[in-house]
């Protein structure tokens, strides 16, 4: 009986010890990591997670990456408390966020400028040429989710303005979960048109027409912004990688997939559209 009792000891203590060194080991990595997480509106996926990998290249500092829409990401990073940026799909979730204070204010920055349009699949085989055709007998639309994608809202905002809602809401089969989704949607032969982000067109050249709408029936431009989160534990690595999307370097990436890079192009499409500021 001495025996197994000094063998359990042993046993004990043995583990005690793998524990403490596996503890030493996990506190090391987290303390020399060299990870920051964003959370990100779909709006500018493509072109962030090129840029991710290119500031991971050139710096070591990996930036994960967790997108959906602007709304979803942002209850996310409240709930959960973490994150080291926000990169909303507008500047409306921005101010939600400064509202809330989840993000440093004076760290803001507009990365790229969105404009409304209309994206239809390949050929536009059902020619749609404005905002009134969308509204027409047979025809299938989708939109983001007003209630927690930016573009969804602009969406609605584009067709009030024009006086189109009523006559189009019944023609909306989709709403989308976030700005990928929707995008996604005529490059699938889902719908015929959707009414999102000109620069969804960029993402699958192939498989989509963009319909310019009138500016006369543009109520506003968006941006794409990006913050640092109050959560944050690596402020200078989240503001390295802010730096680096607003570097000459970030932007050439944005401009590769269409974004437009600055507010003078976004008012070629619109002039008189309003932008919304934080």
Request: with cysteine; hydrophobic share 45%.
């Amino acid at each position: 009986r001495a025996m197994k009792m000094k063998k359990l000891i042993i046993i004990a203590a043995t583990c005690v010890a793998i524990l403490a060194v596996s503890a030493y080991g996990l506190s090391a990595s987290i303390a020399t990591s060299e990870n920051i997480l964003a959370f990100c509106g779909s709006a500018s996926k493509p072109a962030l997670e090129e840029a991710a990998a290119t500031f991971e290249n050139e710096t070591g500092i990996k930036v994960e990456l967790q997108f959906g829409g602007s709304g979803t990401v942002l209850s996310q990073m409240e709930i959960s408390e973490t994150g080291d940026l926000f990169i909303p799909g507008s500047p409306d979730y921005l101010i939600k966020a400064i509202d809330d204070n989840v993000v440093y204010p004076d760290t803001t920055e507009a990365l790229v400028y969105l404009v409304p349009a209309i994206i239809t699949t390949e050929g536009n085989p059902k020619n749609i040429t404005c905002l009134e055709d969308l509204a027409g007998p047979g025809i299938t639309v989708g939109i983001g989710d007003p209630e927690s994608v930016c573009v969804g809202q602009y969406a609605v905002a584009v067709l009030e303005n024009a006086g189109l809602y009523e006559a189009v809401s019944k023609n909306i089969v989709v709403h989308a979960e976030s700005c990928a989704k929707t995008a996604s949607l005529v490059a699938m032969g889902s719908v015929d048109a959707v009414i999102g982000w000109r620069v969804f067109h960029y993402w699958n050249p192939e498989k989509t027409e963009v319909v310019y709408i009138n500016p006369e029936h543009l109520p506003g431009i968006s941006y794409v912004p990006a913050a640092v989160s109050r959560y944050t534990k690596n402020f200078d690595m989240a503001k390295q990688f802010i730096d680096f999307l607003t570097s000459s370097e970030g932007k050439s990436i944005f401009q590769k997939y269409g974004y437009l890079a600055t507010e003078a192009e976004a008012r070629e499409y619109a002039p008189e559209a309003v932008i919304l500021m934080p």
